[in-house]
Structure formats: structure tokens, C-alpha cells
């Protein structure tokens, strides 16, 4: 896998689709030391990350829990009252 490739998968699990540049912190930089703009801000963390700390991939794909969903819901339906299966849920 060549540097290109790694960072298309990076960019892929940050919500603003793109790796961060320099130019970023830069703008958070000229933010925090102008009088006008942070000349309040007397201390806090500025997370600049294109929001990744928001993203989190969902463990399971989706299409699996769909497909163990729409299992569980066949075999309680398949269940009448009087059957000897019993429901593992």
C-alpha cells in the first residue's frame, strides 16, 4: 500500500472527507492569537480534526445486522404457542 493509498483510508473516517493541511492549524492559530476573534478566550481546547473525534465506524456492517435481524424476527414468528422451540433471546 503506497502513502496515497493509506491516506484515502484515513480520509475516509473523517466526516469532512479530506486529511487536515497546514493552512487548519494555521486558521485555528491566526483565531486564537487575534484580539478580535479569541481576545475572550481564556483557555479551551480547539479540536481541529474535520470533526473525526464525532466519528465513530459502527462495529457491525449494516448489512449483517440486517440480515441476523430479519433471522431472529423469522424464527419467533415461526414460533406458535405449544412449540417446543425455545427462543435463545
Known amino acids: 500500500i503506497d502513502g496515497e493509498a493509506v491516506e ?4 475516509e473516517g473523517i466526516p469532512l472527507g479530506r486529511m487536515g493541511k497546514g493552512v487548519d492549524i494555521g486558521m485555528a ?18 479540536v481541529v480534526d474535520g470533526a473525526q473525534w464525532l466519528y465513530k465506524p459502527p462495529m457491525v456492517p449494516r448489512e449483517m445486522v440486517a440480515e441476523l435481524s430479519r433471522s431472529v424476527e423469522k424464527k419467533s414468528r415461526d414460533m406458535k404457542p405449544g412449540n417446543t422451540l425455545l427462543s435463545k433471546l
Open 8 to 11: 484515502e483510508m484515513i480520509a
Open 29 to 46: 492559530v491566526v483565531f486564537l492569537s487575534c484580539e478580535a476573534s479569541a481576545g475572550y478566550v481564556t483557555g479551551d481546547t480547539l
